[in-house]
């Protein structure tokens, strides 16, 4: 999209304001999962935050703008510092008599429905801008609300204009991100790849293979996983039986959810409810991101499944999901074992009785060692005997290979099932989600391990050091196969900072 058309769409735009509110978080508050109910502006003015729209996390620190559309999932996760914002909810459309040109490139761009951050060079004019508004807005009359109206038209230019002069443009949200947002909300309504594709005017062949590139997974493939989930939680969670759970994650047979369970989990679901509940000894149960690593759910073998032929309405010609050779997750964790593998034997003999630095100094042409393994998001060049890896993701795993990274995010810090692992090792807490980019940064990792969560963190990671990106919930499989066995005797652990 160029700056331009947006400018030119915003100079015919009618807005009208919805609420204006200036909102404090203590130290780490967390607003989650909420629903933006209109078009929204966000300015950050003190303190710090990680904050996801649909998904996407972006780090908030002092000054920083943020729009995103109706029907954004927000999720707000204050720092250290908590964090005070503006946020300004508007309705925007672009009325008659404009020209017909412009309101069929409104229909393409949607300027009032792109989600994007944006670090001004001059904050103090946004600022005062969205202080002003905040004020009128609270004042009664229509008078006010008129100024309030001019007010907004002066804030959007000011931002227009730094955005322009910084050489900045709007980004569309992600593609694979509106797909995720709306599976999500209505993963037990009767979603086709037809009613994707219609909704969010792309072709059939064209969503499905973005939305695989990006996710190693088809739409409806993460559809089969995100109800299954589901159904595994309502199991674990509550007393509903089958046909109540069936008719609330979107499927009318009770007995076809059966099928469909045993296949993705191992087991059925009386079995899968049995068996967790009488794992559940302590009183507050490992989150779902706890359940990923070394009491995770079963695999699911999405490659594999042709479960879903009641929702495709004519679309067999696709074959989706009729693939001959094994799914790309094992051939990666096949890899990445023997990765670890290697890891584990060079750190083993690295903690042998040696002489000093000055008698044993290595050879002038020796160069480190790497290896090219294949990942979702394309070949990763990594060394052979990483010594300093940062997880974000499948610690539990890890764990077990005998690797301890130098740090992990915060929900691993805390889980009781590792404390024991980490304890006295001097990992260091990354923070919510998979860790703070600031943090890992600091930490000058030479491998970096994460899943496909959080897809532009990921992308920024890959700068830092190699980052091999596994998708969520696929490396549990290889417990299966027999891989962990090969390195589940060898006990290495990630050197710690220099001091």
């Not at 609330?248 to 369970?261: K, S």
């Amino acid at each position: 999209m160029d700056m331009h058309d947006h400018i030119r769409l915003w100079e015919q735009a009618y807005c009208k304001i919805i609420d204006v509110r200036r909102i404090t978080l203590q130290s780490h508050e967390n607003l989650c999962s909420y629903v933006v109910p209109a078009s929204l502006f966000i300015l950050s003015i003190r303190g710090n935050a990680q904050i996801m729209l649909d998904g996407t996390a972006y780090q908030c620190r002092r000054f920083k703008v943020f729009h995103a559309g109706k029907g954004t999932v927000l999720d707000i996760h204050a720092g250290e510092d908590g964090l005070a914002y503006y946020a300004v909810y508007y309705k925007g459309s672009i009325p008659p008599p404009a020209r017909q040109s412009l309101i069929d490139m409104a229909g393409r761009i949607r300027p009032f429905h792109i989600q994007y951050s944006f670090s001004p060079a001059l904050p103090g004019p946004l600022y005062h801008g969205l202080t002003e508004i905040h004020k009128k807005w609270k004042q009664a009359g229509s008078l006010s609300r008129l100024h309030v109206k001019a007010l907004f038209h002066t804030f959007v230019h000011e931002l227009l204009n730094q955005m322009q002069e910084q050489g900045l443009r709007p980004e569309k949200r992600d593609l694979a991100a509106q797909i995720i947002a709306i599976i999500h909300e209505r993963y037990a309504e009767a979603i086709t790849l037809e009613s994707l594709s219609e909704s969010l005017n792309y072709s059939v062949a064209h969503l499905s293979s973005y939305f695989k590139s990006r996710t190693g997974l088809s739409p409806i493939d993460y559809l089969i996983k995100v109800r299954m989930n589901k159904a595994a939680e309502l199991l674990i969670e509550t007393d509903a039986n089958l046909r109540e759970i069936a008719l609330g994650i979107g499927y009318q047979d009770p007995f076809y959810l059966g099928r469909m369970f045993k296949k993705h989990k191992g087991v059925s679901p009386t079995r899968y409810r049995t068996d967790h509940l009488a794992k559940r000894s302590l009183e507050d149960s490992p989150s779902t991101s706890m359940r990923s690593s070394i009491v995770s759910l079963e695999p699911l073998r999405y490659t594999d499944v042709d479960d879903n032929h009641y929702q495709r309405n004519g679309e067999e010609e696709l074959t989706m999901f009729r693939h001959s050779r094994p799914p790309m997750a094992a051939a990666l964790l096949f890899s990445f074992i023997l990765l670890l593998s290697a890891c584990g034997a060079g750190n083993i003999a690295e903690t042998q009785p040696t002489q000093t630095p000055v008698e044993t100094a290595p050879a002038v042409n020796e160069q480190p060692q790497t290896k090219t393994i294949s990942t979702v998001l394309g070949d990763v060049e990594v060394p052979l005997h990483p010594k300093r890896v940062v997880a974000g993701e499948y610690l539990g795993s890890l764990i077990a290979l005998g690797v301890i990274p130098v740090g992990t995010s915060n929900h691993h810090i805390q889980n009781p099932y590792f404390k024991e692992a980490l304890e006295g090792e001097g990992v260091t807490d990354l923070g919510e989600g998979n860790g703070d980019l600031e943090k890992i940064l600091e930490l000058a990792p030479d491998l970096i391990i994460m899943d496909d969560t959080y897809i532009e963190l990921n992308e920024q990671l890959s700068k830092i050091a190699p980052t091999v990106v596994i998708p969520f919930a696929s490396l549990n499989g290889a417990r299966r196969a027999g891989l962990f066995r090969q390195t589940a005797r060898q006990r290495t652990r990630s050197p710690k900072l220099a001091s």
